[in-house]
């Protein structure tokens, strides 16, 4: 199969409470090769940009504000099948419904709080890496 890349972003809630280690040896130990690695903090207008498509949503003010409370640690991530894999590791966006061992299961504390963001499509995985990454243009494929 193929090599991939997704982009994944561990949110605010999760930095704040000292997981970003974790997570990230987590992500490494099940076969993602970091390729880029940024620690940043998203200003409203930038975290609105990222969350586009749910601009009509009743839950968009509260996600644009909790996502630019804090810092994130933002990633490209690089496998077969990754964005697809990476999904499946995180699991749910409500932490309630995600599987045991998911990222999301153990480190999420509500649905906005819900640790971690990864790409849901190989479009999206380009469009996302780009938007934190421009400065990097050979995983764009
Ligand atoms: P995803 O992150 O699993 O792809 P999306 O539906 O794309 O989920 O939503 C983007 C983010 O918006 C979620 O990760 C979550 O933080 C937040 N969100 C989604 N649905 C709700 C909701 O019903 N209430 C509060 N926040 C939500
Ligand atoms: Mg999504």
Redesign the pocket.
């Given at each position: 199969m193929k090599k991939e890349v997704t982009l994944t972003m561990i949110k605010p809630f999760a930095v704040k409470e000292h997981n970003i280690g974790e997570i990230l040896s987590y992500i490494e130990r099940t076969g993602f090769h970091i390729r880029a690695l940024k620690m940043t903090q998203l200003a409203k207008e930038k975290a609105a940009i990222f969350?586009d498509e749910?601009k009509d949503k009743p839950?968009f003010n509260?996600?644009i504000n909790f996502m630019s409370s804090g810092p994130v640690v933002t990633a490209i991530l690089e496998k077969e099948n990754a964005v697809e894999d990476f999904r499946k590791l995180i699991g749910s966006?409500d932490p309630d419904k995600a599987a045991k061992g998911t990222i999301r299961r153990v480190f999420a504390k509500d649905?906005?709080r819900?640790a971690i963001?990864g790409s849901?499509s190989i479009e999206s995985a380009k469009k996302e890496c780009r938007f934190f990454f421009s400065e990097i243009e050979e995983f764009m494929y």
């Open positions: 969350y749910h839950f509260e996600l966006t649905k906005t819900n963001h849901d």
